[in-house]
């Protein structure tokens, strides 16, 4: 079945430390995005890529990266810099076309120790 | 994009159907209306969308009014599985690029048995 995987679901990180979020997509879309939602809020935009080897930032980019290398991933690493990381994240993917939706996966819980 | 307004819950007995009204009344012409929604600790689901024509899938229905000032997802036969934050969105989309969904608040729907 074509969809995103987002792994893990749940992850846990100490004070200082990396750590990386896998989005993996199969549905052949060129666009990727990663979202953040916080207790009862929205979704904010980190980052998103239209094309393999590029990616723009989103509106709260700061203390994220991301890298394009394939079409299919779109890793998210949150870095030490990003000092309130707890929060659910959500990878997308949606096709270049006018007016075709993005679709989600089902996101990664990440958690402070 | 236009702004988007919800009311914040609403209730539906399972089996009957589900109306969930929105406004845009700001919507210029170029802009599509979507329709997501998220079961708790779930990514968003794609519903539906529409440009001014009214819509219809396996999962639901969408009104759009003439002036395309508000619109109507409708849920044919609620079922408790339907329970979840309904998102109306809308959208621009120019040739060729992919920007960002904004999710609002949303509207809590409670299916009822």
Redesign the interface.
């Known amino acids: 079945d074509g969809g995103?995987t987002?792994s893990p679901k749940y992850l846990f990180r100490k004070e200082g430390q990396n750590v990386t979020l896998s989005c993996e997509q199969n549905l052949n879309h060129?666009?990727m995005?990663w979202?953040r939602q916080d207790p009862g809020q929205?979704?904010r935009?980190i980052y998103?890529s239209?094309i393999v080897n590029d990616f723009q930032k989103?509106?709260i980019a700061e203390g994220y990266s991301v890298s394009r290398e394939k079409k299919e991933s779109f890793p998210l690493t949150v870095t030490s810099a990003q000092k309130n990381p707890t929060a659910?994240y959500?990878c997308?993917s949606?096709?270049?076309m006018?007016?075709q939706?993005?679709?989600?996966?089902?996101?990664t819980?990440l958690s402070i120790l | 994009d236009a702004k988007t307004t919800q009311p914040p819950s609403m209730d539906c007995a399972e089996g009957r159907a589900a109306n969930l009204p929105c406004n845009h009344s700001t919507i210029s012409g170029n802009e599509?209306v979507?329709w997501y929604r998220q079961i708790h600790?779930?990514?968003?689901?794609?519903i539906i969308?529409g440009?001014k024509n009214n819509e219809t899938n396996e999962m639901a229905s969408l009104i759009i009014t003439e002036d395309r000032k508000s619109s109507t997802l409708i849920l044919p036969h609620a079922t408790l599985r339907d329970t979840a934050v309904y998102?109306c969105i809308v959208r621009a989309?120019?040739?060729?690029?992919?920007r960002?969904?904004?999710?609002?608040?949303?509207t809590q729907l409670t299916v009822l048995p």
């Not at chain 2, 960002?100 to 949303?106: I, K, N």
């Open positions: 995103i987002q060129d666009a995005y979202y929205g979704l935009l998103y239209q989103g509106d659910f959500l997308a949606g096709e270049r006018i007016n939706p993005q679709h989600f996966g089902d996101g819980r | 599509y979507y600790s779930q990514g968003p689901q794609y969308h440009l998102y989309l120019s040739s060729g690029s992919a960002q969904l904004t999710f609002g608040s949303g």
